[in-house]
């Protein structure tokens, strides 16, 4: 059974930032058509996993990333330098918020 083919793993400095880091993957790449199961985490906003199918996304405050060190556990890994990849164009997010349904997502 194969995970994924690619692993983020972000630092979020406390709790509020995980669960922005957490909303604005959430919302964007909803924009862009990709779609994550459903989070792990989300709720304490310790250690936040978001899975697309061939990308998991690891979001962690800093105490959650030295204890669970994924980095040792991913060392084998090889690593990509994350300005050189090529991304899609993102749309303009615009001033509008969040829609009820995304935040009601993000409290689920």
Do not use: N
Request: some cysteine.
């Amino acid at each position: 059974m194969q995970v994924g083919d690619y692993f983020v793993v972000v630092t979020g400095t406390s709790r509020p930032h995980v669960k922005a880091i957490h909303q604005e993957l959430h919302v964007r790449l909803k924009k862009m058509g990709e779609l994550h199961g459903e989070p792990e985490g989300a709720d304490m906003a310790w250690w936040v996993v978001l899975d697309y199918g061939t990308v998991v996304v690891h979001a962690l405050q800093p105490e959650a990333r030295e204890y669970y060190d994924l980095d040792r556990l991913y060392s084998d890994c090889p690593e990509l330098e994350w300005r050189e990849v090529e991304l899609p164009p993102l749309a303009p997010m615009g001033d509008e918020p969040a829609s009820e349904s995304d935040a009601a997502a993000l409290e689920a």
